[in-house]
């Protein structure tokens, strides 16, 4: 199949930002994508964007990607406090209180819209909750070594409501505004805490396919 019948996912990571100067697991992460993925015999290009950690370059990565009508858009960031990969639920508004890496802040803490105006929360179309079961099911080999090590029970992904207010919860907020059936927002944990990059991103792989599943069903009907 040609690149041009190939159906685009759009994947992208943030730069470095403060507390994460050196290097950010979620763009570490996404670079270990593989390029092509394919379902039922349609073949989808993965196009990996790392965005930096700026409002500005937010609001521009947005607007080129959904120019290009994707059939999916997965934006991923890291979390401090993460223990394993989490999925997200929704995005919320009226919370950008701190500044970007330009030193730039929103007027008013706010997201003005384009399609859904002063929306307080948009939520994912997609089912999160099915996608973090199938996941989980799936991800015993990617998350043995970090299982081994840590001497306890823990599960590969988890739904999560809190995306936050930065940049995470920024860029999401933009993607579901202009189509929240074909995003998805999720959370990788810091580098070797406790998966390595490559088990991180063999996670995002799959949860990626969950949705291109959901997508196919829902074209389906």
Not at 68 to 77: A, T
Not at 101 to 112: F, H, M, P, W
Request: net charge negative; hydrophobic share 40%; aromatic share 8%.
């Amino acid at each position: 199949m040609s690149s041009t019948e190939r159906k685009l996912i759009v994947v992208t990571g943030f730069g470095p930002f403060v507390g994460h100067e050196e290097v950010n697991a979620s763009w570490e992460a996404v670079q270990l994508l593989p390029e092509l993925l394919s379902y039922e015999g349609t073949d989808y290009q993965l196009e990996k964007r790392m965005v930096p950690v700026e409002y500005a370059a937010v609001d521009e990565a947005v607007t080129d990607i959904w120019q290009r009508q994707p059939e999916l858009v997965v934006h991923v960031g890291v979390s401090g406090v993460a223990k394993c990969v989490y999925v997200e639920k929704l995005a919320y508004n009226h919370q950008f209180r701190r500044p970007d890496n330009a030193g730039q802040y929103l007027s008013k803490s706010t997201c003005c819209l384009p399609y859904n105006g002063n929306a307080n929360v948009l939520r994912c179309g997609l089912n999160v909750d099915k996608i973090v079961e199938a996941v989980n099911l799936t991800c015993d080999e990617c998350v043995a070594p970090a299982r081994a090590v840590n001497n306890k029970a823990l599960e590969a992904t988890k739904a999560s409501k809190n995306v936050g207010g930065f940049l995470c919860g920024y860029i999401y907020l933009r993607s579901l505004d202009v189509d929240s059936k074909r995003t998805l927002f999720v959370h990788v944990p810091p580098i070797d805490k406790p998966f390595s990059s490559a088990q991180t991103s063999d996670i995002l792989s799959k949860i990626i396919i969950q949705c291109v599943q959901q997508l196919a069903a829902c074209d389906y009907q």
